[in-house]
């Protein structure tokens, strides 16, 4: 009878719980039928197992189980006193979740997606798992990444699952203007205004990087080179570096660059997002006919605390973002130069290619001789930035932005024996300081106000001495001084179209002086030039924006420039449509004007770095920029194929050989010019698998150039024209390692032909300059690779490392990067010596990196 009762009460309690599996069951009903089942007596107070429902598995009968369950369950402590009796009682102080973020449309996990609460976060690893312990019951935890929607959760809800898995769908800001996801590789994107977005902090690796350089990762586009291996040597289909605007945080920077070009100066572990536009740039883009690099680092107030520090082998930085509230947070970024402190192999590699045919390499040849002593060789770089950003309320954002960025280099050569000291000082600074205001008034209209100062400051001094007394002196200076005013409303439209009216007003005090003097051969040379412009724009800017499908954008730029007394129409258009599942046609035309740009000054040749100046077009030796560009295209994407192609024509008037550096045939001293730019692009992507992708990229370019008085006037190829490129890059993820290898193989660059003249009968030989540009260097070609290793320092995941190694001209390939000529030196020849600039040879560099 006995075995009958039980079996019934069995039945009846594996009833009881298959009912609870199909839905949530109170707790207090679940502990009364434990109670009947097990002959037992909870304790405990009912305000702790209020509301409190669960689900139990009944594929389980043994007591210690169930009660396992309920734990986990409720987050609730049951205790046993004997075998009779039990107590039950909160336990909020040290609950434990885990699981795994993915993105939720590729299911790929996330790497470094953030988990946290307001006391405490870690962060995910390349497999997209989390643990997050010591949590209270009633802790919201939220789930974030870059570009992605947050998602927030209680403990209590967290608790349910057995296996926590989160899926992260991208933000509907981001969905609108993301057309490709991942273009090069994770972290670069291809928006659907045919811009690349590049988000420094999530991209993958690129061959030669083992950061992510925000200038070097941009010359990895197609259609962007740098034909002299420099960071801030970017060309853009065509143009030149100085034609490009580069913003900070919307501060317009006029030095971009450490080690006269060689490093970018931004810290890549502060910015958010970058915005590169080669063409069809929205029309609050002004004074620029090539490219647009917008910089933009935090946008809001952060959520929890952060900082990292790292170094590499040519500089250490730190940064820090810090919440002070829910409503202000403070970014701020520091990094200096080590070469004054630590000499390392990169260093010594960037110093040989940066110095080479410059007063440095003489001075070193002169040391060798023992003619001189190296008493002092000194460089150094600095650069910081703060952001301080604040939001009152969800309608308003105000931010405070500050930057620097300084180089400083001081060389000195002694003879002891001749008493004579030659010494070179070299200062490059840009500062800049801005604020802006967002304004959300209503669902619909929005407005932007924002105001920056900009200065730049180029100083050299150059002199010799004999006996303590200055026989020969070179000073250089050029200053910038900016200040800009912009304010912007925009007005949405229905559900796809938006309108944007803004105004713009810009002061540009730009100057710069030249003196030159030597007692010894009695000379004494001066130049200067000084212009003020207070440029008015007004602009108008249609958007129309259906999702992937439709975006089509219309902008005009009406400005007034006093200093020449012009008034001035930049329009612009871009479309993409998509034609088919996958594919989609984009077509664009521009018109743009610029009215600063950099000219060759001849004053310190010898010294040979940093040989131009900042200048403003006043209509005569340097006249206004112009710049009409048409451009046609097609993406293509589907499975794991990517395909985007691009052809454009290009036409620039006012090109002065101010700017190119010609040499005067006829006696005048400024050409003037056109040029005029045919070219197409390609990009061939292939997913292997989530983990594996390759790369292939050709470049086609033809750029010629027409200067009255130069080449009997003829058409000729510009100084920097690249007529086929082509860079292949593999790239592989291996848990925490990352891969990546790139060869870039291109023509060689254009020269001057020199016709050699025969000796006389005094064998004096005369050479005769020949066609201009009119033979090319041997074809360059290079090999890059980088490694990259991440990884925890503790199982709660709170510091994360990364360790790397990179190697540039992996087979040391001697390329000739560029080929000038001067004037000979020889007593018997009347001609002209070759200057070649060389490339990198193979240099390696190192990174350690802390994130906390």
Do not use: C
């Not at 009833?15 to 009903?29: D, G, I, M, R, Y």
């Not at 010594?348 to 040391?367: A, C, E, H, P, W």
């Not at 600063?596 to 005569?620: D, H, K, M, V």
């Not at 086609?700 to 024209?721: I, L, R």
């Amino acid at each position: 009878m006995i075995r009958v009762r039980l079996s019934l009460i069995f039945i009846v309690f594996y009833t009881f719980l298959f009912a609870q599996k199909e839905k949530q069951v109170p707790l207090l009903e679940v502990l009364n039928t434990i109670e009947k089942t097990y002959n037992i007596k909870f304790s405990f107070s009912e305000d702790i197992i209020k509301n409190k429902s669960i689900k139990v598995d009944n594929r389980d009968s043994l007591l210690a189980v169930l009660i396992q369950q309920i734990e986990k369950k409720t987050g609730l402590k049951i205790k046993k006193i004997n075998d009779r009796y039990y107590t039950i009682a909160s336990n909020t102080d040290n609950i434990k979740i885990s699981g795994y973020i993915f993105d939720g449309n590729s299911k790929i996990p996330l790497l470094d997606a953030a988990v946290f609460t307001k006391e405490k976060g870690v962060g995910t690893d390349e497999k997209g798992y989390f643990e997050l312990k010591g949590l209270h019951e009633k802790d919201t935890v939220t789930f974030s990444f870059v570009g992605y929607e947050n998602i927030e959760k209680t403990v209590t809800e967290l608790k349910k699952e057995n296996n926590i898995k989160v899926y992260l769908k991208e933000s509907s800001q981001t969905l609108n203007e993301i057309i490709i996801s991942s273009y090069l590789t994770t972290g670069i994107a291809k928006n659907t205004d045919g811009s690349i977005l590049l988000t420094p902090r999530k991209q993958g690796i690129l061959p030669g990087l083992t950061e992510a350089d925000v200038l070097l990762s941009t010359q990895q586009l197609p259609g962007i080179q740098s034909p002299i291996e420099s960071a801030s040597g970017i060309h853009i289909r065509g143009g030149t570096p100085d034609q490009n605007l580069i913003l900070f945080d919307g501060i317009k920077l006029y030095n971009t660059s450490h080690f006269f070009g060689s490093i970018s100066a931004f810290n890549p572990y502060v910015v958010d997002n970058v915005f590169v536009y080669k063409n069809a740039s929205n029309a609050k883009y002004g004074n620029h006919i090539a490219g647009v690099i917008d910089i933009k680092t935090m946008n809001k107030v952060p959520e929890k605390f952060s900082a990292g520090a790292g170094f590499n082998f040519t500089s250490a930085d730190v940064n820090t973002t810090i919440p002070l509230g829910d409503k202000l947070g403070v970014q701020f970024s520091f990094r200096r130069s080590i070469a004054d402190v630590f000499n390392t192999p990169t260093f010594d590699k960037l110093s040989q290619k940066v110095f080479q045919n410059t007063i440095i390499s003489d001075g070193s040849r002169m040391v060798e001789e023992r003619s001189f002593i190296e008493d002092k060789n000194e460089f150094s770089f600095i650069d910081f930035n703060t952001k301080v950003v604040y939001q009152p309320n969800e309608n308003n954002t105000f931010s405070f932005q500050q930057i620097s960025i300084k180089n400083d280099l001081s060389y000195i050569l002694d003879n002891k024996n001749e008493r004579e000291v030659r010494s070179d000082f070299i200062d490059i600074e840009n500062d800049g300081y801005g604020f802006t205001w967002k304004k959300k008034w209503s669902e619909t209209v929005e407005s932007m106000f924002q105001i920056y100062y900009s200065k730049y400051k180029l100083f050299y001094d150059g002199n010799k001495t004999q006996d303590d007394s200055v026989f020969d002196f070179t000073l250089k200076k050029n200053d910038i001084e900016e200040v800009d005013f912009y304010t912007q409303v925009s007005k949405k439209i229905g559900d796809f179209s938006t309108i944007k009216l803004g105004y713009q007003f810009t002061h540009s005090d730009i100057t710069y002086s030249l003196q030159q003097e030597n007692t010894a051969v009695p000379t004494s040379v001066q130049d200067s030039d000084d212009n003020i412009n207070n440029q008015q724009t007004v602009l108008l800017e249609y958007i129309l924006k259906k999702g992937k499908r439709i975006n089509i954008s219309a902008g005009l730029r009406a400005s007034y420039m006093p200093l020449l007394n012009e008034t001035f129409f930049e329009p612009r258009i871009y479309g993409r449509v998509q034609v088919d599942s996958g594919l989609w046609l984009n077509a664009s035309a521009e018109l743009k004007k610029q009215y600063t740009s950099r000219i060759n000054e001849f004053f310190t040749t010898e010294f040979g770095l940093e040989n131009q100046l900042w200048t403003i077009s006043n209509g005569r030796e340097v006249p206004l920029l112009e710049s009409q560009q048409f451009t046609a295209g097609l993406l293509f994407n589907k499975g794991s194929w990517l395909i985007d192609f691009e052809a454009y024509y290009k036409n620039i008037n006012g090109i002065t050989s101010l700017v190119t550096g010609f040499n005067n045939e006829e006696g005048e001293t400024v050409f003037n010019g056109k040029a005029q730019v045919l070219g197409a692009e390609i990009l061939v992507k292939k997913e292997w698998s989530p983990y594996t992708n390759t790369l292939l990229t050709y470049t086609f370019g033809d750029n010629k150039s027409t200067f009255s008085g130069v080449n009997e006037g003829s058409t000729f190829d510009g100084a920097f024209s690249i007529s086929n490129a082509i860079y292949v890059a593999q790239q592989v993820t291996l848990g925490k390692w990352n891969f990546s290898l790139g060869w870039n193989i291109r023509a060689g660059l254009p020269f001057d032909e020199i016709i050699a003249g025969d000796p006389d009968e005094q064998q004096f030989v005369i050479d005769e300059l020949g066609k201009r540009n009119g033979k090319f260097l041997p074809v360059y070609h290079r090999l890059d690779t980088s490694v990259t290793y991440d990884f925890f320092w503790d199982k709660k995941q709170n510091i994360k490392s990364k360790i790397g190694i990179s190697f540039i001209n992996l087979y040391d390939r001697r390329n000739i990067l560029r080929r000038t000529f001067e004037k000979s030196r020889s007593t018997f020849m009347d001609g002209y010596d070759t200057v070649d600039t060389f490339s990198l040879g193979f240099t390696p560099n190192v990174v350690f990196r802390v994130q906390f």
